[in-house]
Each structure stands twice: as C-alpha cells, then as structure tokens.
C-alpha cells in the first residue's frame, strides 16, 4: 500500500489530441486521495468524504455518490470485495455496485489507523493487519482484534512504522533513527510470539518474491537478515603414530 495513489483531473485540455473528456461528466473532486478500485467502483476521499464513481468511470464522481464517516479518512484499501476505509479510531466496510447504492458500515472494534502508521498496513494470510492506537491489530470476518494485547505492555510507541511479511513472520521496523525499536510477531508456532528488532526503515520496508528476500530503505539499505549460508569445511592434521593392531 503506497501513498502515491492521488490525482488531479480538473482540465479539459488534452495535449496534441481532439480528444477532451465530456463537460457533461462528473469531475472528481479537488484533492482526491487514496484512490482505489473495487468491483468497477472507484473510491477516493478529501478528508472525512468517501466518494464513489460512476460504474467502470474514473472520470464520473455524482455529487450524490458520496458518505461523511466521524473524522478524516487516513487510508482506503481493497479486500475481499469490499473498500476498506481506516480512521484514527475506526474502520468502515463499503460496498456496492453503484455510486448511489453504496453500503457503508462502522465496524464494532473501534480500531483504526492514524496517518503516522500509514505505511504499518498489509495484507497476508488472508487478513488486514495494521498498528492502531492500542497495538497491533488484525482485521478479517468484518471486526478487528488486538494480536499484542497482553504480549506487549505498553506496545511502543513507533514513529512510521514500516511492516512486512517474510516466512510468517512479520516485521514491524520503526520508522525513525531514534526512540523506541520495532516489533516482530512470529506466527509459525500456535500461539503468536513477540519480540524487538533494532533495525530502521526510514523510508520503506519490502519482500521481493522473486529472490524471497526481504529489503529495506533508510538511513541504512540492502537485504534484511541477509547473512551468507557458507558451507562447513574441515581439514585434519597429518596423524602419525604407525599402524594400530
């Protein structure tokens, strides 16, 4: 999940070409952000506004196809069929399959995702996980749960954390030079353990399929645990002591 996801199409004019968007369309509204795609459907928002597009239309946004949630909309994400939309403190489920027969639903958890966490968000095994108020959180089935409850008291306080899955484990690295270290949740046992990692991502934190291989970028880059797997060899001393009987 990127922040890099936002446009501006206010103009008619299309360069070179006698083509120009219709003026009979819905434009977007200024400062659209967190843009997604689900079902045909495009979601963005500008602070606490969800809009919806026309269906299969990215440049048709009807005035009427729009919900207020309770506080500015930090993220919006795809899953399951459905938009995920994240506040500081909730999360709203929205589906539909057009602009003016959306349903938006309030989750009963009350965990959201601030901005500073934005980049805490991904996506594995089937669930949502993130980095709320009160610690780390998993969505899926349509509610949220605290995964670090009673594992880690208080959960530190991170400064743009960056999470990533490698081997289901899953990194959480502070996001600053400074302060507190980061988090790692090991779920390949029955029961998820924790622990603290001091390694910084500063700017992103990402798993390469390809080379399975776990990457960061910051004040320090290259490859997360990437320590050589060198083979054991061994060479003995000459032994003489004649022949045993």
Known sequence: VYKDKSYSDQTFTVGSTNISPSKDRNPPPPNLTNIIQVNGIFFGNVGSKLYFSEFGNPHSW???GVYDMDGDITNIVEYNGEAIAFTN???YRARGYSFNAMQVVKTPSR???SSSNYDSLTEYGGQLFF???DGLCAYGGGS?????QGKL?????????????KDNVLYIFAGQTGGEDGVKMDTRATQQSFSRITQRATSRAIYDQA????????TENGKYLSGDNLPLTY?????SGGWVE
């Open 144 to 148: 949220a749960v605290v995964l670090s």
């Open 211 to 218: 080379s399975d291989s776990l990457y960061i970028k910051g």
């Open 62 to 64: 009807p005035k009427v």
């Open 131 to 133: 980095v709320s108020n």
């Open 235 to 239: 060479e003995s001393g000459e032994i």
């Open 111 to 113: 965990q959201g995702l």
């Open 89 to 91: 403190n909730a999360l």
């Open 153 to 165: 008291k208080p959960f530190p306080s991170l400064i743009n954390p960056k999470s990533v899955f």
